[in-house]
Structures are given as C-alpha cells and as structure tokens.
C-alpha cells in the first residue's frame, strides 16, 4: 500500500464559512506544516489517547453556525463547513484518513485498498481502482458498491439534468467508472491527467440519492428521513428544526469499532450563545474560536482546555460584480485599493492568542507556509489615493458638500451584507464602511440572521461581504469551483462562484491547471490565476486564521488540527 502525500491546499470555514471541495496535486512534496517553534503553530494540538483507553458512553454537544436546509453535502446548497466537515464526519463515508503533515492512506472502514496508475494503460490516462471494504454498507442495507461511485459522478460531472454540484472539477476528466471483478472493486478510468484524483474519490455517496433530480434535490430535505443516505459509525436520532437541534447516536448498522460516545448533538447558535454555552458546560466545545470576547469567555471555564494549530481557513471579501457600481471594474478595483488588509487583519485577531503571528495573505490559493505561495497583492495594497484615482477614470467626481463620489447625479455606493452579532463579520462591515468613507464611497448595510446569510450570498442578493473559506489537503482543485464560470447553459448557478463573474482568461487556465502533472508548472499557471482574480477584483483575501479550540480537558481524540483526520468513532472522555 502506497502512502500517499497531498499538497496542503485551499478551501472555503468556521461561523459563516464556506467549503471548498478540492485543492492541489496528490504529488509528493507540497506539505510544508509548521511544527510549533515560536515563530509558528502546530499542524495538531489535541489530547491523543488510545481509544481503548477512554471511557465507554458520554454525550458530546456541538455547536454549529445554522441549521442546514439541504442535507446533501454534494448538493452547492449543502456546500458549508458545518454540514460536510462538521456533521458528515460523525454519519458518512470518509474514504482517507490524513495524517498532520497532509499525507493519507486509506480509512478501511470504507476501502481496504487502492492501486493508482498515473502513468495510464494505453487507452486511459490513469486508472485509479479501489477495492472497498465488502461489510461497508448504507443505513437501508444496500451495500456500497461501484454503482454509487458510478451515480456520483455523472451527478457531479453535468450528466444528471436538473441539479448542481459544488464543483465539477475532475469530475469531468473522469471517461468511465466500472465495476471490477466484483461490484466492491471499482476502477476509475480518467481520460485526461488529474493530479488531484484523490479529491474526487474521498467521500461516495449513494446511487438512490443522487441519480435523479428528484432524489438529489429534495430526497435529503429531513435528515432523519435521509438516514438511509448515510453509513457512518453515528445516525440520525432526532431533529428539531425549531430549536436547530440535530441529534446523533450510535449506529447499530456501524460495521466497524463502535463509537465511544453515546450521542452527538449539534445547536444552531450564534456566537455569544455558543461561548455562553461552553462557559455554563451546556455545550462541550467551541469550534474555530475568532474573536476575543468568545476566547475570554472560553478561558474561564474551569474544566476546560484551549488547543491552537494551524489552519488554512481564511477571510475575504467577496465583490457580486452584477451589483450595481460594482459591474464597473474600475470601482471594484479602487474598493480593493481602498481597504487596509493589514488594519482589519490586526483588528479582527486584536485579543486572541494569534495575534502575534503574522498571518496577512496576499494570496487566493496558497497559504504564506505553503510551496506556490506568492505574494501578487502587492500591486494591489493599500493606497487611498490611487483608489481615488480609479474612480476618476471611470467618470466619478466628487460632491465636495458630500464628500461622496457621484457619476451622472448618483451618489457611488454600495451595501455590505451584516450578519449583527457576528463578530468578524460585523468588525469588518464597520472598517470597510469607515475606509470607503475616506476615499468617497458610501456603504450602507443589509442586515440579515445568520441562518438567511448564505441564501442571500448564494442568490447573489448582496453587493459586498465576507465570510471564510476553509481548505482542504488540495490548493490547486478548487480554482474553478470558486472563480470559474459561475452559470450554466440556463442562466443557473453551477459552481461556488458568488461573484457572478465570468472572467475568459480563468476559464481558459482551469482545465490546463487541472491536468498538469508537473508540481512547479502547476503552481506557476495557478499564480498566473491568482494574479487575474487580483486585476479583476473577485475575492479580496484578508488573513487566514489559526485553528482556536475550546474542549474540557478530559475530552479526547478532538481539537485543533490543520489536515489530520480525527475519527469520529475515537472520539471520548477520559476514565
């Protein structure tokens, strides 16, 4: 069996965070995590305890940043972090297991074994071929087989009318999915090179939930009705819309060592909430800690512990180019001129324990520690005047009553989504509203809950806001799930590009990106991406944050990690 390494990568994370589905090549030697000197964080901070070790039973209460609508997670509606990291790692298939440097080998649970041949047969490109785990079934029965992976990907790859997946990236590169010498072996047969075939084949899921459209958009609505979806060592025993409460418990159809914990539970709350919720011991951890009230609140626990680690989530904003001013690349690029990363970087982390490390990004894809890191913001960095400058080329003048710009009798402004009580969010509405000020631009805000927000964001019902991407062991796959073209043939959001922007230069660099095996050629055509998404002004990257855990000190096998698999089922108190 082949160890495989990935090259540490990219994606959508946190409260308000968004998942990115893939990232960059399965090559060897991308990985560069930090190893915790005083210079930097830890790829884990966790307490690691033989599983055998910790105690039979026990309750473990999550909180999560909204109750998910779309229980799909390969549905785009279903695309965030709290539904297809948070949750689905407890109820789903999780093909690799990573270890804290990136690399992964196989969760036998699921597969037993896999043979890659990158090289091609001839006919194919590569085939990729797994040998799956013949006790794994789903919660009905069914048996998972090369028929499931098979449904998934003509889901993902456009072959099913009517739906939409997070990304189709490898999807289509891949000519066929068969059945091998048994219905547990399935042989993937890509047509093209894909460095990051791993991607594709980390999760599966099942053929009678992603075949049509019918089942694939509506059939995993109620959770508990969707448990036959699901083959997890945990299952759907409750939900309460109302109070967005989702509870697990152990899974008697689990094929595996059965879960240490009894029951999984997961509260939609808003971040004051959860920290209360930790501080008074209703809620056992706080996931993803980002502001300093939270943090403080979070130390004063006194059973509890904090673990911090690395991570590759990271804050931006993103500009909705249909948006009024905003279709004018001029204005967004004078908004862009106009923001001080550094400042909002400095006040969003001002109180937490990363506050002293540096971690600015001038970046779309890969993080300061990551090979293929290239600062291409500099171009772009904070100068008020050139911002000023840019909207007088593009026709403003000012109203010096006003102080605002104005072009044929309209003041030049724009609305900032705010989601109140949210603390990054928020912080940075109120910056970005003062900094716009100061070179002529006004921001009014769009107040909306927490649970509204990604409807807004996905239906483009926004001008400017921000919120986190959170990464996975891939930098290079998600270039067109987030900044390709964003609409299908009938005017449909295909991917996770909310700027509704189509930019011909991205799309003509995807597909080349995606089939380069050569690691420096790929990071080069990635830089060259990076450095377009910066001229056009899609996602403006503001830092990327450490991974802040708050757990109580006996809780084990759960915490802070960038890449590393913590599973489910290892997860308990300590006797």
């Known amino acids: 069996m082949r160890f495989m390494k990935a090259s540490v990568a990219l994606a959508a994370a946190a409260a308000l965070t968004l998942s990115a589905c893939s990232g960059s090549g399965a090559k060897g030697g991308d990985a560069t995590s930090k190893t915790g000197s005083a210079t930097s964080l830890p790829a884990s901070d966790y307490n690691k305890v033989d599983p055998a070790e910790l105690a039979d039973g026990g309750t473990l209460r999550l909180a999560i940043s909204s109750y998910p609508e779309q229980w799909n997670a390969t549905h785009v509606d279903g695309n965030t972090v709290d539904l297809s990291t948070k949750i689905y790692g407890f109820l789903a298939p999780i093909n690799w297991v990573f270890d804290e440097k990136g690399n992964f080998d196989v969760n036998k649970n699921y597969v037993e074994s896999f043979e890659a041949n990158t090289d091609g047969d001839g006919t194919n490109a590569m085939v990729i071929t797994l040998n799956l785990n013949p006790k794994s079934h789903w919660n009905d029965g069914t048996p998972i087989t090369a028929a499931d992976y098979q449904a998934t990907w003509k889901a993902c790859s456009g072959q099913v009318g009517g739906i939409s997946c997070p990304s189709t990236d490898g999807w289509t590169q891949i000519s066929a999915i068969e059945e091998g010498t048994s219905p547990q072996q399935v042989v993937v047969k890509y047509s093209e090179k894909y460095p990051d075939w791993s991607a594709n084949l980390s999760r599966v899921y099942p053929a009678a939930g992603v075949s049509d459209a019918e089942a694939f958009n509506k059939g995993w609505l109620d959770p508990v009705e969707a448990n036959k979806f699901f083959a997890?060592?945990?299952?759907?025993?409750?939900?309460?819309?109302?109070?967005?409460?989702?509870?697990?418990?152990?899974?008697?159809?689990?094929?595996?060592?059965?879960?240490?914990?009894?029951?999984?539970?997961?509260?939609?709350l808003d971040q004051k909430a959860t920290a209360a919720g930790y501080a008074n011991g209703e809620i056992d951890a706080i996931d993803f800690i980002v502001d300093a009230a939270t943090y403080e609140t979070a130390k004063g626990r006194p059973d509890g512990k904090i673990t911090m680690s690395d991570s590759v989530q990271w804050?931006?904003?993103?500009?909705?180019?249909?948006?009024?001013?905003?279709?004018?690349?001029?204005?967004?690029?004078?908004?862009?001129?106009?923001?001080?990363?550094?400042?909002?970087?400095?006040?969003?982390?001002?109180?937490?324990?990363?506050?002293?490390?540096?971690?600015?990004l001038g970046n779309h894809f890969f993080m300061p520690n990551q090979k293929g890191y290239k600062d291409n913001s500099t171009k772009w960095a904070y100068d008020p005047e050139a911002a000023k400058a840019k909207l007088e080329e593009a026709g403003y003048k000012m109203n010096e009553t006003t102080k605002f710009y104005e072009k044929d009798g309209q003041e030049l402004s724009f609305r900032y989504l705010r989601i109140p009580g949210n603390a990054a969010n928020e912080n940075e509405g109120a910056m970005l509203m003062e900094m716009m000020a100061e070179i002529g631009v006004k921001v009014t805000y769009q107040d909306v809950e927490s649970k509204d927000f990604f409807n807004n964001v996905i239906g483009g019902e926004y001008d400017v806001t921000s919120f986190a991407w959170n990464g996975t062991p891939y930098p290079m796959a998600n270039v067109g799930q987030i900044y390709g073209n964003p609409f299908d043939a009938e005017g449909q959001l295909a991917n996770s590009n909310f700027t509704g922007m189509k930019v011909d230069k991205v799309d003509e660099l995807i597909p080349a990106i995606a089939k380069e095996t050569d690691d420096t050629k790929r990071r080069e055509l990635t830089n060259q991406v990076d450095e377009v998404i910066w001229e056009e002004v899609m996602t403006l990257p503001l830092y990327y944050r450490a991974n802040i855990t708050a757990i109580p000190a006996k809780l084990a096998n759960y915490g802070s990690t960038v890449f590393e698999t913590l599973l489910p089922e290892n997860i308990g108190y300590v006797k």
């Open 232 to 268: 997890g060592p945990f299952k759907v025993a409750g939900s309460n819309v109302a109070q967005g409460v989702l509870t697990l418990e152990r899974n008697p159809e689990w094929w595996g060592t059965p879960a240490k914990l009894d029951t999984v539970t997961f509260s939609a």
């Open 315 to 360: 804050r931006h904003f993103t500009f909705n180019a249909r948006a009024g001013a905003l279709q004018d690349k001029l204005v967004r690029q004078a908004i862009q001129l106009g923001i001080d990363t550094k400042d909002i970087a400095a006040s969003d982390l001002s109180g937490l324990p990363s506050q002293d490390f540096d971690l600015n």
